[in-house]
């Protein structure tokens, strides 16, 4: 398996270039809850001044949810997009890297670049799901587990006022 992100510049033709690579966490010296699976999807499109490298990355992430504390995997999209000149005097925000190279450049890694967009992307709150319960403040149930998402607690907390509202309701 093609295990890195280098790309040799010498040999991919002038025009635009689709390669996709697969790769493990560990290739990008990410914990192991990145899962074995992380694909990157790169268009290179080269010309005399220039190469652009644009990469969708979708990758998992297993961890805990925030709230629940459940162990969930969602998935994910990190995009970086890179720019390597041969005369890097014009710059622009639309590019995550801009570097300058010269001609005895032969091979652009991205690894560092991809790695850190996976990082940027990566909330810093992960829910097992966004209308997750999460866990009963007092008895600490996981909420999403029990029927109608109430616990004992809650419906003792609940009954003095529908008592109140009895006695209002009896009163008239
Ligand atoms: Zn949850
Ligand atoms: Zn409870």
Redesign the pocket.
Known sequence: MDSNLKYNIVSIPNGKTFISKELLSKHLDLEDNFGDQIIVETNLDKNQEEIIISSNIFFKNNCICARCSEEVVREFVANYKLRASYNLSLTSREFDTEIEISPSTTEIDISDGVRESILLTLPLKILCNDDCFGL??????NLNKIENNI????IKEIDPRFTKLKDLLTKN
């Open positions: 009963c403040q007092y008895c600490g149930k616990c004992n607690c809650h």
